[in-house]
């Protein structure tokens, strides 16, 4: 009797398939989720748990693996919880084809970009939801210093998301991966992926924004 990792690594495994990915990329994905799968056998099924298994993960991990290890897993995660509505949007947003021709973020420098945003004007479009973030998070009580921090990586992934064609999660995603080595820290590896979680619902102008900013704390 297979497990519930076992389980979910079989479906994701045959859904790429299906979509023609070809073998040897297939086995390195499965050798990705086989060295994850110890850290969340004996979890609960919730994304907490799974988070907090991949960051135990990724102590082990050279940090040169994250940007092939971070797609993978998020993705099989959806499977693991059995989210079929999930699935089925990373499908319509072509997540899982095999030879799909997408949009992919240029490679800058962490420090560059750091140091550009004080400079950076944004646009009437993106101010919009950077004010909404940072009035979510002092609604619910934080102090400037915690805003402050938190609005510089918003504005930062606004200005890595201007040439997206679309809004659409596979692209915020592909940002929020390109630049997650560029955090080599714990603190602020985590800070990062905890403004990237929060901040796509206001990017994206999810009226459910503050209940997903509150699910995503």
Partial sequence: MM???QDAL???LNLLERKGVPE???IQRQYIILRLIPFIEHTELDGLHYRDAVDQLFKKLDPAEWAI???????YFSFWVKDIKAIAGMNQDHAFEANAKSWQPETRDLKVLW???DKATLTNMEVKPLETYENALRSRGADDLFIDTRRK???LLLLRLRDVPHKQPNAYRKVIDANLPLFTSDETHHTFLNVGREFYYFWKGDGNAMHQLAMAA
């Fill in 3 to 5: 497990t519930r990792e």
């Fill in 10 to 12: 079989k479906a994701y």
């Fill in 24 to 26: 040897v990329k297939l």
């Fill in 69 to 75: 290890c971070i797609p993978v897993i998020r993705d």
């Fill in 115 to 117: 140091d550009s945003l």
């Fill in 153 to 155: 990586l918003a504005k």
